[in-house]
């Protein structure tokens, strides 16, 4: 990844993270991919991991430099959690670099608890990176848009996992040069794109919530507990003799 170009979409990616996250509550949230990505930062569940994908993972690329944070290595086609036990899961770009997308996506409903969220990041092929990735040959084990994930197949993928996509968001319509001075020259891109052509921003952001439908919500014991016994003095008072007068 250009170095102007990644601090480019690292900036979008951590703004859109900070106003995501800042108001989803919960116990556990996990970070899966991308760790110099600060995610969670603005989050306040007590129970925050940062982890990055082990197969992918290579110490020698000069975007992979994972900081201290970091606390677990794992595939997304099978994450090391129980069902239902995170409240928070969010994937920068992690679905680009595993194996099975779909499976992975899978993987990430059934470790998300009724109503957790689900916070997404992948590039756009249908952008100007994307024709920009695809005539340079992009090395495939890099951030290539050319071989990212279409929205559209993504939002589909998120149905059929009984996914409610919550809010969408695209950026990034500046082409992907070398040169922080060029990158420069081409910002105005930014505020023409997300009003004309916002969905055909390099990079784009979903927030997903995860639905059950069917579920019902059990009252406590003790509420149940009250509640019979006040019926059941009814009933008797009704069901009493009433005496005959003399």
Request: proline letters at 7%.
């Amino acid at each position: 990844m250009a170095k102007a170009f990644g601090r480019y979409l690292l900036d979008w990616e951590q703004q859109r993270c900070d106003e995501a996250v800042a108001d989803i509550f919960g116990y556990h949230s996990l970070q899966l991919g991308l760790p110099m990505l600060q995610a969670l930062r603005n989050n306040r569940m007590p129970h925050r991991w940062q982890a990055v994908q082990g197969s992918d993972w290579n110490p020698d690329r000069a975007d992979c430099q994972a900081p201290g944070s970091v606390q677990l290595y794992c595939l997304p086609e099978a994450l090391p959690f129980a069902d239902n036990s995170l409240d928070l899961l969010v994937m920068p770009h992690t679905l680009e670099f595993c194996h099975d997308p779909h499976a992975a996506l899978r993987e990430a409903v059934r470790v998300l608890v009724p109503e957790g969220r689900l916070l997404l990041f992948a590039l756009n092929p249908y952008s100007l990176w994307g024709l920009q990735h695809g005539l340079e040959r992009r090395d495939a084990s890099s951030l290539n848009a050319w071989r990212g994930l279409p929205y559209r197949r993504v939002r589909d993928w998120m149905q059929l996992l009984a996914l409610d996509v919550v809010a969408a968001d695209f950026g990034c319509h500046a082409p992907a040069v070398d040169t922080p001075a060029w990158l420069q020259r081409w910002r105005w891109m930014d505020k023409l794109g997300n009003t004309a052509w916002p969905m055909l921003g390099g990079a784009y952001c979903v927030l997903a919530i995860k639905k059950v439908h069917g579920m019902r919500l059990l009252e406590p014991a003790w509420r149940k507990r009250k509640t019979s016994a006040a019926t059941a003095a009814a009933a008797a008072c009704q069901q009493a003799p009433q005496r005959k007068k003399i």
